[in-house]
């Protein structure tokens, strides 16, 4: 731990610079609680194996794998894109599995989605803890987070607003953090 105070690592399943997944692991580090927060970039290239055949594995992805590996937790947030978690997210996956060690292995993780939609990305939330078993991670299974009409719930500074995600956002944290 860095400066006595854990390593934190956000992977946000939007590329956009304001998603709201974006938005809401920055409010899960804040409720964390001290911590020293990385939010992961996972803009890598499509995986291809003949290009990692033939160039091997990108740095870029090599050095989220092993900004995973050092980290004491990890919280991942995806979108809800036509049923799913994000292709952009997927790939981060797929590419991290790739790179060298099992930086996944038996880390504390915790998932949680926000999306447009009243059901918040529950259905992505869930495919994406099925995408997680192969890499054998410690998943917190609750409470779960689906941040429904997204784009609606943070003020002016980026904080949740609404009372019920705040309290379940932050005994989340609570749960990560004492699983370290």
Request: hydrophobic share 40%; proline share 6%; no cysteine.
């Amino acid at each position: 731990m860095s400066h006595g105070f854990p390593k934190l690592v956000g992977l946000s399943g939007s590329l956009r610079n304001e998603a709201t997944n974006t938005k809401l692991l920055r409010e899960a580090a804040r409720l964390f609680g001290d911590n020293d927060y990385t939010q992961l970039d996972i803009n890598f290239p499509l995986y291809d194996a003949d290009d990692e055949a033939e160039h091997g594995v990108p740095a870029a992805v090599q050095k989220a794998a092993d900004q995973i590996a050092a980290a004491d937790a990890v919280i991942i947030s995806t979108p809800e894109y036509n049923k799913g978690p994000s292709g952009a997210l997927k790939n981060a996956l797929d590419w991290i599995s790739r790179a060298e060690g099992s930086p996944w292995n038996g880390k504390p993780v915790a998932v949680m989605s926000a999306a447009a939609g009243r059901a918040g990305g529950e259905r992505a939330q869930m495919i994406l803890r099925g995408f997680m078993v192969p890499f054998r991670p410690r998943i917190l299974q609750g409470p779960e987070i689906h941040l429904a009409d997204s784009s609606n719930q943070f003020d002016e500074n980026g904080h949740l607003t609404g009372e019920i995600y705040v309290k379940e956002l932050t005994q989340l944290m609570k749960s990560l953090r004492d699983m370290i």
